[in-house]
């Protein structure tokens, strides 16, 4: 793949937003990813009123991604209403590292103040797969 097209990236995730289903916390936040074959999937986070069925953006837009067959997730932008960017809560930060563990990730919030990170960055000797292998292959 060409080098991906971050404008597009940021437009959907700012767009996401705006669908966000946010009536308790009121904290709409959007995401996307860009693939390998290029295709961008969108993604805003959508709250329950049993707050552990909540899902977050970042999720959202990683999971319709992987529901169409993408496998290679190249970048992801999440956009927050915050003063500063916003960091992804623990269960992105793992979904993340499983599910696009060599993407680049564009943290930015409405003012377009960014900063640029990885899932191992975010998520520093997180759990995975490697664990799993070892504790089958021990036992």
């Known amino acids: ?13 700012r767009s996401a937003r705006e669908h966000a ?6 904290f709409a936040v959007g995401a996307a990813v860009i693939t390998a074959s290029g295709k961008i999937f969108p993604g805003c986070n959508i709250e329950n009123a049993a707050y552990p069925v909540t899902l977050c953006a970042e999720r959202v837009a990683l999971f319709s991604a992987y529901a169409a067959g993408e496998r290679e997730i190249v970048a992801m932008a999440v956009i927050t209403p915050t003063d500063d960017v916003a960091s992804p809560c623990g269960a992105c930060r793992q979904v993340m590292l499983e599910l696009a563990p060599r993407s680049s990730v564009l943290l930015l919030n409405l003012q377009a103040v960014e900063r640029w990170t990885t899932p191992h960055e975010l998520l520093p000797h997180g759990f995975g797969a490697g664990q799993l292998d070892e504790a089958g292959s021990s036992g």
């Open 1 to 13: 793949m060409e080098r991906p097209d971050y404008a597009a990236l940021i437009a959907t995730a």
């Open 21 to 26: 289903y946010v009536p308790y916390s009121r």
